[in-house]
């Protein structure tokens, strides 16, 4: 099964799963603004995806037959995404605004118990688990002119932060 976003039902991106063993397609959601697909949780029950209100974007979860919908993170004045599974499934890392610029934040899968990662001026975004669930890593244009991106990688407690690219333009 493949999961992919798409507006072949309407205005707005939605969530679709693709079974590759008959090519049949179902649509897991209507929404009135866009709706980005994450990563299928570790035992595969569960999705994450990034939603869009009229204000802000949110971490949000669903079942994988579209079920039990919901915005994950419940903070309606912040904009939230980049949702992604620790290997085991216990907590989620996310990129959040709501200590005023991008920072990474991993908060349990029943979205309680948030916790800043990165503390930097800079934008922090786009976090990935290690596949031993001890590191993430992340997107920054910190060290860079703003909007020049490399990759990063931390401890979980945000210490040990080693720059893993070199882009500089």
């Given at each position: 099964?493949?999961?992919?976003?798409?507006?072949?039902?309407?205005?707005?991106?939605?969530?679709?799963?693709?079974?590759?063993?008959?090519?049949?397609?179902?649509?897991?959601?209507?929404?009135?603004?866009?709706?980005?697909?994450?990563?299928?949780?570790?035992?595969?029950?569960?999705?994450?995806?990034?939603?869009?209100?009229?204000?802000?974007?949110?971490?949000?979860?669903?079942?994988?037959?579209?079920?039990?919908?919901?915005?994950?993170?419940?903070?309606?004045?912040?904009?939230?995404?980049?949702?992604?599974?620790?290997?085991?499934?216990?907590?989620?890392?996310?990129?959040?605004?709501?200590?005023?610029?991008?920072?990474?934040?991993?908060?349990?899968?029943?979205?309680?118990?948030?916790?800043?990662?990165?503390?930097?001026?800079?934008?922090d975004f786009a976090p990935a688990w290690s596949p031993d669930?001890?590191?993430?890593?992340?997107?920054?244009?910190?060290?860079?002119?703003?909007?020049?991106?490399?990759?990063?990688?931390?401890?979980?407690d945000g210490s040990g932060v080693t720059r893993l690219t070199n882009n500089v333009n």
């Amino acid at each position: 099964v493949i999961e992919f976003g798409s507006d072949r039902g309407g205005d707005f991106i939605n969530i679709y799963l693709l079974n590759t063993s008959d090519d049949s397609v179902t649509r897991l959601n209507t929404a009135d603004s866009n709706t980005f697909p994450g990563p299928f949780s570790p035992a595969g029950s569960q999705i994450l995806f990034t939603g869009f209100g009229l204000t802000h974007s949110y971490v949000g979860i669903m079942n994988t037959d579209g079920t039990d919908s919901f915005d994950l993170s419940g903070r309606p004045n912040v904009d939230e995404g980049f949702p992604t599974w620790s290997p085991d499934g216990k907590q989620i890392a996310f990129t959040s605004r709501m200590d005023g610029n991008n920072e990474i934040y991993i908060m349990d899968s029943v979205g309680t118990d948030v916790k800043r990662i990165t503390n930097n001026p800079a934008d922090d975004f786009a976090p990935a688990w290690s596949p031993d669930g001890t590191r993430l890593a992340f997107v920054s244009d910190r060290d860079n002119p703003s909007g020049v991106n490399n990759l990063y990688l931390m401890n979980l407690d945000g210490s040990g932060v080693t720059r893993l690219t070199n882009n500089v333009n």
